[in-house]
């Protein structure tokens, strides 16, 4: 890995992780929200541990359950919507790292729109995550420690996505 990898990969390591530590916390965040912030630091850093091989769709799978489990009995509750956003989170994070290991496959997948599909869909999940981002700063009007881990927690997790995406698609 050359030093521009490492460097991308430990502030994606780092944004997770921060993420991850806010989102514990703060007590706002049903076990949903939490469970899910949590396993993208955990796929973060199983990803970025030197000399471990991970498969990519382990970790992939990770993301994808956790984000299937992120929702699981809040209809209707406050949270809901909080914690869609982290599922949402996941699931564009798997689109990223699917993108990224299929450019690293190369021609093998370029006949099937692999090559052209998973850019413009992980694009555009980025892109739905950040815009929730926006309006969920915008939207709030509470105040305190809380919601101070609240948004801290969510543009972490925006900034290691945007970071992430552009480092397994634009790169």
Do not use: F, K, Y
């Not at 413009?120 to 709030?140: C, D, E, F, H, Y």
């Amino acid at each position: 890995m050359d030093s521009a990898s490492a460097s991308a990969m430990a502030l994606m390591v780092a944004a997770s992780a921060a993420a991850a530590v806010c989102a514990v916390v703060s007590r706002a965040v049903p076990w949903q929200g939490r469970q899910a912030a949590v396993s993208m630091a955990v796929g973060m850093l199983l990803l970025a541990l030197p000399g471990v091989t991970v498969p990519v769709i382990a970790v992939a799978a990770l993301w994808v359950l956790s984000a299937m489990i992120g929702t699981v009995g809040l209809r209707g509750r406050p949270e809901a919507a909080g914690c869609c956003h982290r599922a949402i989170g996941a699931l564009a994070m798997t689109l990223c790292l699917l993108t990224g290991a299929a450019q690293g496959a190369g021609a093998a997948h370029t006949g099937h729109g692999v090559t052209v599909g998973l850019p413009l869909l992980s694009g555009a999940a980025v892109l739905a995550v950040t815009a929730w981002s926006v309006w969920a700063a915008r939207a709030s009007e509470a105040i305190g420690a809380s919601v101070v881990l609240l948004r801290v927690e969510v543009w972490t997790m925006t900034a290691g996505l945007l970071l992430m995406w552009g480092w397994h698609v634009l790169v």
